[in-house]
């Protein structure tokens, strides 16, 4: 075999075994009451856009993480969301993340893009307009200054769970500042954990269980807007009301995902094949 | 290729059919971009006419070993440590890009024939255009020009 044709039997070798099924953590959703318990991501970024991802892959690698509905939030653009698949199992909520330098959110819900040169009242009520729901993204002190009582008092959500606070102890102590002065002005807003998913990680690493009335977009919709959330960070911490925490806890079946070599031996024969194809194409 | 195989790995830790095809669609402007690059560096060919411009196209994708290379490190780099800073990021493409403009000097000296000021003034300009896509991309998707310039 010569050597290139060894090199493109690795890349087609680690191709194939990329293709075998990943093990899932995921389950049924469990009913706790009248409500079915629902584990969601609401900040996800794609292709086209700061995601590396298509919404396609998106929904496969949500799927894996097993997530029961994600939203697609590109920065002040609704492209990806308009090419993502229809009738999608996770469900799929179009979205945005309306990023204006003085505050980011996060719109769930949404067909059409916001306008982000507007104070965060303004965009917020854009949102509501369309059916949707806004939620403060990774609100550190950099983004208070876009926050004044009109928009507290709109706002249907507050990421409380982020992969941001697992790096610094300084953006915990602000995100809990924030959330503070929310709850303050207005009690029923929803707990929402988030990954943020650009590249790295995986979709679902911080995310919201939602007590919503149906397995839908408009049920979960309406948890987030009544606030039945409960936010989970890295760590596996819960955010929220005592009630709904032990709920989660009782109800939500968390299935650890069984360790695979898999996708481990898949990334490396494929890199080590195209490796191999680009040098010894330039020998 | 080598594009879909890195983001498929840096993004999803393993490179399926399905991860590969989606990803070598959604990022082959970049491999347009390039050819379209290529099409305006490789010329003027030289007088003599010893060049055709097939085999000038060919040596100007020779020059891109440098960001090839980097690339292929930043996929399972960016897997292995998903929390690294965008800053070392950044500064990581330093390399490439110094290394590429060197590369690119000597492409319009020994190939185009050029002269030291007129190949290192195509160098310059070739890393002021690869810099403005860039930024134009990484600008568009991170929702404007406000969140690189301040």
Not at chain 1, 173 to 182: I, L, N, P, S
Not at chain 1, 243 to 250: D, F, I, M, P, S
Not at chain 2, 90 to 97: C, D, E, K, R, T
């Amino acid at each position: 075999m010569s050597q290139s044709r060894l090199w493109l039997f690795l890349f087609i070798a680690g191709v194939a075994v990329g293709a075998l099924p990943a093990p899932s953590p995921r389950a049924r959703p469990a009913q706790a009451g009248e409500y079915v318990v629902l584990s969601g991501d609401f900040h996800v970024h794609a292709f086209p856009g700061d995601g590396a991802l298509t919404p396609a892959r998106l929904v496969d690698l949500a799927a894996e993480e097993g997530l029961d509905v994600i939203t697609i939030t590109n920065h002040n653009q609704v492209l990806a969301s308009h090419i993502l698949p229809r009738d999608s199992d996770p469900i799929v909520l179009l979205g945005a993340e309306v990023t204006n330098p003085d505050f980011h959110l996060i719109a769930v819900g949404v067909t059409d893009g916001v306008n982000w040169r507007q104070p965060a009242a303004g965009a917020i009520a854009d949102i509501h307009a369309q059916g949707g729901v806004a939620i403060a993204a990774h609100p550190e002190r950099q983004f208070w200054g876009g926050w004044d009582e009109a928009a507290i008092g709109a706002v249907d959500g507050v990421e409380v769970a982020h992969p941001m606070l697992r790096e610094s102890t300084q953006a915990a102590a602000e995100f809990d500042g924030f959330f503070a002065r929310v709850l303050a002005g207005n009690p029923g807003v929803a707990r929402i954990g988030s990954s943020d998913y650009h590249v790295t990680h995986a979709p679902g690493q911080c995310r919201t269980f939602l007590f919503a009335r149906e397995r839908t977009r408009d049920g979960v919709l309406d948890a987030i807007r009544a606030g039945r959330t409960v936010a989970q960070r890295a760590d596996g911490t819960l955010v929220g009301d005592p009630a709904l925490v032990a709920l989660v806890r009782t109800h939500h079946r968390t299935i650890p995902r069984p360790v695979s070599l898999l996708p481990t031996i898949s990334a490396a024969l494929t890199w080590l094949g195209i490796a191999g194809l680009m040098m010894s194409s330039r020998t | 290729m080598l594009v879909g195989t890195s983001v498929a790995i840096a993004s999803a830790g393993r490179v399926s059919p399905s991860l590969l095809v989606s990803t070598l669609a959604s990022w082959s402007w970049v491999v347009l971009v390039q050819l379209a690059i290529a099409a305006v560096m490789t010329r003027p060919l030289p007088p003599r006419g010893h060049l055709s411009a097939a085999r000038a196209f060919d040596l100007w994708f020779a020059a891109h070993v440098p960001w090839t290379a980097w690339l292929l490190v930043l996929g399972p780099v960016l897997r292995l440590v998903p929390d690294l800073d965008v800053e070392v990021i950044i500064v990581s493409m330093l390399a490439p890009m110094a290394w590429t403009a060197w590369i690119t000097v000597a492409f319009s000296r020994v190939v185009l024939e050029q002269s030291p000021v007129v190949a290192a003034l195509r160098a310059a300009l070739h890393q002021a255009v690869l810099l403005f896509i860039i930024l134009s991309y990484v600008a568009w998707s991170a929702g404007g020009w406000f969140r690189i310039i301040g």
